[in-house]
C-alpha cells in the first residue's frame, strides 16, 4: 500500500528557511508525478509546485515562485521542498501528494491520488 | 487562474437521502475535474477523477458527471460515514485550482 510521510514541519521566524520531506514507500517513486499541497484554514487547499517523474520539470504556484524549490531524490525514495524567504501566509499545513498521470481514453489526467499525514508549517516571530 | 466555485457551501441532509454538490469552473476545463473528501484533521482523500471516474474502492453510491464548466458529485444515499468536507479541483492547467469546500452534514 503506498505510503507517504512528511516531515520537516516547525516554527520559523519571517524570512527564515525550512526544508520539507516526503518518505514514500509501497510504491513506484521514481514513475509518479508528485505534489505540494497546503491548507490554511482561511483558504482551503492550495496547490504549491509539482514535479516530473524524474525531477526533470518542475511548476511553482506564483505565490511561491522564486521562494520555494522542489526536488526529489529517486534513489531514496523522497521528495523535498526547500522554503526560503517565508512568510506569515505561508503558515499552513503542507501535503505532499502522488499523481500518476493516468492515461485514459487519449488524455493525461493529473489527480492527486494518494496523500500523506500533513507537516505544520508555521511562519511567526 | 481557473476560479472553482462549489454550491452549496455547507449542506445538511438525513441517512438515505440524496445529496448534489455542484462545482463551477470560471472557463471550460473539458473533464478534468477531480473530487476529493476530507474529514476533520485528516488529509483529503481522492474519490472522481475526469469527472466521472471513481477511484477504486470508493463506494457506488458516490458519482460524478459533467464537462465544461459545470460538475457535479452525487451521493444517491446518504451514509453516517460521509459526514465531510469535499472539494472539486482542476487539473486542467496549472496552477491547478481548488473549490472552497462544501460541508456535509449529517442530520
Known amino acids: 500500500e503506498a505510503q507517504l510521510v512528511e516531515s520537516g514541519g516547525g516554527l520559523v521566524q519571517p524570512g527564515g528557511s525550512l526544508r520539507l520531506s516526503c518518505a514514500a514507500s509501497g510504491f513506484s517513486f521514481s514513475t509518479y508525478w508528485m505534489h505540494w499541497v497546503r491548507q490554511t484554514p482561511g483558504k482551503g487547499l492550495v496547490w504549491v509546485s509539482r514535479i516530473k517523474s524524474d525531477g526533470s520539470s518542475t511548476t511553482y504556484a506564483d505565490s511561491v515562485k522564486g521562494r520555494f524549490t522542489i526536488s526529489r531524490d529517486n534513489a531514496k525514495n523522497t521528495l523535498y521542498l526547500q522554503m526560503n524567504s517565508l512568510r506569515a501566509e505561508d503558515t499552513a499545513v503542507y501535503y505532499c501528494a502522488r499523481d500518476p498521470d493516468l492515461y485514459s481514453s487519449g488524455r493525461y489526467y493529473s489527480f492527486f491520488e494518494s496523500w500523506g499525514q500533513g507537516t505544520l508549517v508555521t511562519v511567526s516571530s | 487562474d481557473i476560479q472553482m466555485t462549489q454550491s452549496p457551501s455547507s449542506l445538511s441532509a438525513s441517512v438515505g437521502d440524496r445529496v448534489t454538490i455542484t462545482c463551477r469552473a470560471s472557463q471550460s476545463i473539458s473533464s478534468y475535474l477531480n473530487w476529493y473528501q476530507q474529514k476533520p484533521g485528516r488529509a483529503p482523500k481522492f474519490v472522481i477523477y475526469?469527472?466521472?471516474s471513481l477511484q477504486s474502492g470508493v463506494p457506488s453510491r458516490f458519482s460524478g458527471s459533467g464537462s465544461g464548466t459545470d460538475f457535479t458529485l452525487t451521493i444517491s444515499s446518504l451514509q453516517p460515514d460521509d459526514s465531510a468536507t469535499y472539494y472539486c479541483?482542476?487539473?486542467?492547467?496549472?496552477?491547478?485550482?481548488f473549490g472552497q469546500g462544501t460541508k456535509l452534514e449529517i442530520k
Open positions: 479541483q482542476q487539473s486542467y492547467r496549472t496552477p491547478y485550482t
Open positions: 475526469a469527472a466521472s
